[in-house]
T-cell receptor
Framework: DVKVTQSSRYLVKRTGEKVFLECVQD?????MFWYRQDPGLGLRLIYF???????EKGDIPEGYSVSREKKERFSLILESASTNQTSMYLC????????????FGPGTRLTVT | AQKITQTQPGMFVQEKEAVTLDCTYD???????LFWYKQPSSGEMIFLIY??????QNATEGRYSLNFQKARKSANLVISASQLGDSAMYFC??????????FGTGTRLTVIP
């Protein structure tokens, strides 16, 4: 089974802090994604990556950056956390193919105070 | 731009009954894919079913089937013989570009014993 893990289930940070959210997948997938999920808005794509050291902006990249130094690991960085970044963050991975279904991690619920 | 619409914020169904969750999409691309995901209260997104735009038959996976009406641009999820464990959020998503998914806002399904 594909396994996508995220470094924390719950995280509380202060405004202005630099925050790192880590995601690791064990199926050698080429594609990795970061989403945020907010009530009534569904999942919105922040950034994605097709390969090591490669990144593309999604729909809401402002205030975020990413890093992919190894194929299995995709990090989301909040350079200076703000209260409007309080949300559920979901990481996913997929392998190019017919269906491209994405496999998701358990999510990190981030609270910025 | 891609657009996925789920018009039912919440649905109730009696245990053992069937339920249909609505999803409409909008794309000018002739090649696309449609997905349904389930998100239980634990938070993890679980892939349920996939329909490709060129698939001749409606997709089925166990108790899940996708009622795909291409001309109406709808991809409704049908869950037969509902179980208490089906209570969850359900998201419709469309494959965009090479690998990305664009999600709807979700429908919360509650199964009543």
């Amino acid at each position: 089974d594909v396994k996508v893990t995220q470094s924390s289930r719950y995280l509380v940070k202060r405004t202005g802090e630099k925050v790192f959210l880590e995601c690791v997948q064990d199926m050698d997938h080429e594609n990795m994604f970061w989403y945020r999920q907010d009530p009534g808005l569904g999942l919105r794509l922040i950034y994605f990556s097709y390969d090591v050291k490669m990144k593309e902006k999604g729909d809401i990249p402002e205030g975020y950056s990413v890093s992919r130094e190894k194929k299995e690991r995709f990090s989301l960085i909040l350079e200076s956390a703000s209260t409007n970044q309080t949300s559920m963050y979901l990481c996913a991975s997929s392998q190019p193919g017919t269906t491209y279904e994405q496999y998701f991690g358990p999510g990190t619920r981030l609270t910025v105070t | 731009a891609q657009k996925i619409t789920q018009t039912q914020p919440g649905m109730f169904v009696q245990e053992k009954e069937a339920v249909t969750l609505d999803c409409t999409y909008d794309t000018s691309d002739p090649s696309y894919g449609l997905f349904w995901y389930k998100q239980p209260s634990s938070g993890e997104m679980i892939f349920l079913i996939y329909q490709g735009s060129y698939d001749q038959q409606n997709a089925t996976e166990g108790r899940y089937s996708l009622n795909f009406q291409k001309a109406r641009k709808s991809a409704n999820l049908v869950i037969s013989a509902s179980q208490l464990g089906d209570s969850a959020m359900y998201f419709c998503a469309q494959k965009t570009g090479a690998n990305n998914l664009f999600f709807g806002t979700g429908t919360r399904l509650t199964v009543i014993p």
